[in-house]
């Protein structure tokens, strides 16, 4: 069984770095990729960072320098460091696998196939 579980996000205070991480089982982790996407109350999801086989990532602007993906495939898992939180950080956070052989990784959900049931991350004081 495919299966992708994300960590405990929780409430953390501006300025804060909490790590979430991605842990996959049932299927054979080197050959995907993989994405952190994230809903925010009232909008619609969208793609945060991702990391290719070859460990190459992809980001989303709003986040460039203030969070980081990296992927252990020995453990199979994907950890989302994310630094200096802002309210408008809040949201629903999931990850996602796309079978991926070859390239870049991309931020559209159509390319995933195997989601994580999400968890909650809050960011306020």
């Known amino acids: 069984q495919l299966q992708l579980v994300e960590s405990r996000g929780g409430l953390v205070q501006p300025g804060g770095s909490p790590r979430l991480s991605c842990a996959a089982s049932?299927?054979?982790?080197?050959?995907?990729?993989i994405g952190w996407f994230r809903q925010a109350p009232g909008k619609e999801r969208e793609g945060v960072l991702c990391?290719?086989?070859?460990?190459?990532?992809t980001d989303l602007d709003s986040v460039k320098g203030r969070f980081t993906i990296s992927r252990d495939n020995a453990k199979t898992t994907v950890y989302l460091q994310m630094n200096s939180l802002k309210p408008e950080d809040t949201a629903v956070y999931y990850c996602?696998?796309?079978?991926?052989?070859?390239?870049?990784?991309?931020?559209?959900?159509?390319?995933?196939?195997?989601w994580g049931q999400g968890t909650q991350v809050t960011v306020s004081s």
């Open positions: 996602a696998a796309d079978r991926k052989l070859f390239g870049r990784c991309v931020l559209q959900e159509y390319e995933y196939d195997v």
């Open positions: 990391i290719s086989r070859s460990g190459t990532i």
């Open positions: 049932g299927f054979t982790f080197d050959y995907y990729a």
